[in-house]
């Protein structure tokens, strides 16, 4: 499974492209734990990582949406708030020991990042373009 960042994935905005590359390392590291059957607390530990940053990064990029009144706004968070909800309740899986980190789950946070960036965020990455000339 290739999880790496590409050029083509670029937004067209360097600071939201970079927590995009961030959110890929956290992926990365949850496809090597999946692969390696790495431990449990290495496990949560990542879950935390990926569930705390996405929250740091979607709220970054919603600010950034109201500011150029991004019209699909609305739409925009109710994606982010389908992830955010689903990886709380796997970090609350983990809390309780009870999640587990089988290739599909890997497949299910890599494929929603991936669509989600390539449809959604790049679409406002076009919005701006159209709005700066
Ligand atoms: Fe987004």
């Known amino acids: 499974m290739d999880i790496s960042w590409k050029e083509s994935y670029s937004v067209g905005i360097t600071k939201i492209d970079e927590q995009h590359k961030k959110l890929f ?3 990365n590291e949850l496809k090597d734990a999946q692969e390696n059957e790495k431990d449990y607390g290495f496990i949560s530990k990542t879950i935390s990582e990926l569930f705390d940053y996405s929250v740091y990064h979607f709220k970054i990029e919603e600010d950034l949406l109201k500011e150029i009144n991004y019209p699909h706004l609305n739409e925009h968070i109710e994606e ?3 992830f955010r909800r689903q990886v709380s309740e796997l970090q609350k899986m983990s809390n309780e020991r009870k999640l587990i980190l089988n290739v599909k789950l890997v497949i ?3 494929e929603w990042i991936f669509t ?4 959604s965020d790049k679409d406002f990455g076009r919005f701006l373009k159209t709005i700066e000339k």
């Not at 989600?116 to 449809?119: E, G, N, S, T």
């Open 25 to 27: 390392e956290l992926l």
């Open 116 to 119: 989600h960036i390539l449809a």
């Open 108 to 110: 299910f946070l890599k």
């Open 80 to 82: 982010h708030e389908y």
